[in-house]
């Protein structure tokens, strides 16, 4: 089946720690996206990536780096100066120029902080 | 800035009416607007997609309308279940590299 794996569902990082999140598509998709989303707000685009080995900032990028080296892969490293990491990330992929297309989201990574 | 708002955070509905969320948005003209459906500790689900000159679009007991003039979309469930509850996402494109922007999202209680 295709879709869009998100790893790992469950993540804490410590201070001053990096920590990366994984991103997998098998939807042939050339555009992928990672979302930010705290209870009470929809979701914020962090990074986006229109195709490989370009990725632009989204509303939220600070204190947040990516990298897209293979189509079916976006993942996101969450920096230590990033202050306030705790929240449900969310990431998505969809086909840019065909705007019947939606976005197709994994089920999620969640962060907290120890 | 572009700015869309949901109608409320949480809805309750007896089951079997219709239940009715509304998305309102300012400062744009999106050339469509899309529904989604995200459960506890999931990812959004697409469930329709409606553009700027569609007044309306059905599938199965879900029905979208989009005024452009009023800046709104009405999402309908009828005949609404307890397995309907879940939180639903309006999201709009913004004419740029494809990007959309989503609403704060309805809760939306069925009550059997």
């Known amino acids: 089946d295709g879709g869009i794996t998100q790893s790992p569902k469950y993540l804490f990082r410590k201070e001053g720690q990096n920590v990366t999140l994984s991103c997998e598509q098998n939807?042939?998709?050339?555009?992928m996206y990672w979302y930010r989303q705290d209870p009470g707000q929809g979701l914020r685009l962090i990074y986006y990536?229109?195709?490989?080995?370009?990725?632009q900032k989204g509303d939220i990028a600070e204190g947040y780096s990516v990298s897209r080296e293979k189509k079916e892969s976006f993942p996101l490293t969450v920096t230590s100066a990033q202050k306030n990491p705790t929240a449900f990330y969310l990431c998505?992929?969809?086909?840019?120029?065909?705007?019947?297309?939606?976005?197709?989201f994994g089920d999620g990574t969640r962060l907290s902080i120890l | 800035s572009q700015k869309i708002e949901q109608n409320s955070e949480a809805l309750n509905i007896q089951e079997g009416k219709t239940a009715t969320l509304t998305c309102n948005y300012t400062n744009y003209s999106p050339a469509y607007l899309q529904w989604y459906r995200q459960d506890p500790g999931r990812g959004p689900v697409f469930l329709l997609l409606?553009?700027?000159?569609?007044k309306e679009k059905r599938k199965e007991r879900l029905k979208v309308t989009f005024d452009t003039t009023l800046k709104q979309s009405l999402f309908h469930i009828t005949a609404s279940q307890p397995a309907d509850s879940a939180t639903y996402l309006c999201?709009?494109?913004?004419?740029?590299?494809?990007?959309?922007?989503f609403g704060k999202g309805t809760r939306l209680h069925i009550l059997p």
């Open positions: 999201a709009l494109d913004i004419g740029e590299d494809d990007k959309i922007i």
């Open positions: 998505a992929s969809g086909q840019i120029w065909d705007s019947n297309q939606p976005q197709h």
């Open positions: 409606i553009r700027e000159n569609e």
């Open positions: 939807l042939n998709h050339d555009a």
């Open positions: 990536s229109q195709i490989v080995n370009d990725f």
